[in-house]
């Protein structure tokens, strides 16, 4: 490799992973700040920063939308809000209790913010599969960036809808239907036509069909075409902005659960084991799409979606009777 290549890549390997939550802050719209962790799985290099979280700064406090995958890079965070304004941290809406939304709690916890959160995050600590994960993820990332990590309950749940009026900003809470978790929130400012969608429409990634209900998902999203709102904040992914980005991208969502579940169904129907249909996935699905292969982390997370849409896919056979 010629010194001039090594030069040049020198500062791009520097740049891959920031060596702080705050390096990716980006002010998307007055007071509406994200920080944006790299399309990825969890690992040790990009130190579990693989979700957005986003704040907004009104007169009277802050409120931050989820809490990442750690106590340190919710600290991190913490410390991004305050070099933005001297506000206090209110509240904290975790849009649903996935590892990377919501295993940074403690830390906005001390710094004061009330949590708020779905019902289903308590149903969910109280299953063994948190644990589990919990150990998995301590294995994978290490006693030292897991440092200070802890399960933590809300202090708040809601399961309807919950308006938040904070320093002249008005914040919706809303639990549309069981989708890519049974208890996904969104939050929405409609003075602002923003809307914090969490993982329910990624932006430019494959979304994680292993713990909700897809077949309820695909009509969940109609609810965001009907708010058309001008900005969309994912939980992964870039900002969507305008109504015909949006509309791409939730249209985009829908087709690729569309069609998962459509080659799970054919497989399953055609006697297929469920390691079978996982093994099968990626090519029965791009023959459908070949473009999904673009996807950032296609290849490890679609075959997985198989796997749990198999299960999801036989309840649903069996409760029609077929
Ligand atoms: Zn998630």
Known sequence: MSKFLVFLLFPLLLLAYPKHVGETLRELSPSVYGVFGTYEQVSKKNRGFISNAYFVVTREGVLVIDALSTYKLAKELIQTVKKVTKKPITYAVITHYHTDHFYGVRALKEAGALIIAHPWSDEYLADEASRRMYRARLELL???????????????????????????????????????????????????????????????RVPFLGSGNSGTWL?????????????????????????????????????????????????????????????????????????YSQLSVFFEVNPVNAYYLYFEIERELLKEGR
């Open 219 to 291: 009509i969940c999203l109609d609810e965001i075409i009907k708010l058309s709102p001008d900005i969309l904040l994912p939980g992964h992914g870039e900002p969507l902005v305008g109504e015909e980005n949006i509309r791409r991208q939730v249209e985009w969502t829908r087709s690729y659960i569309r069609d998962l579940r459509s080659v799970v169904k054919r497989l399953y129907q055609e006697g297929y084991t469920v390691e079978e249909v996982r093994n099968r996935a990626n090519e029965e699905l791009l023959k459908i799409n070949p473009t």
């Open 142 to 204: 290490g006693k030292g960036l897991m440092k200070g990590t802890e399960l933590l309950r809300p202090d708040i749940t809601t399961q309807s809808q919950l308006v938040i009026r904070l320093g002249g900003e008005v914040f919706e809470v809303h639990h549309w239907c069981k989708a890519h978790t049974d208890g996904d929130l969104v939050i929405w400012m409609p003075k602002r036509r923003i809307l914090f969608a969490g993982d329910l429409v990624f932006g430019g």
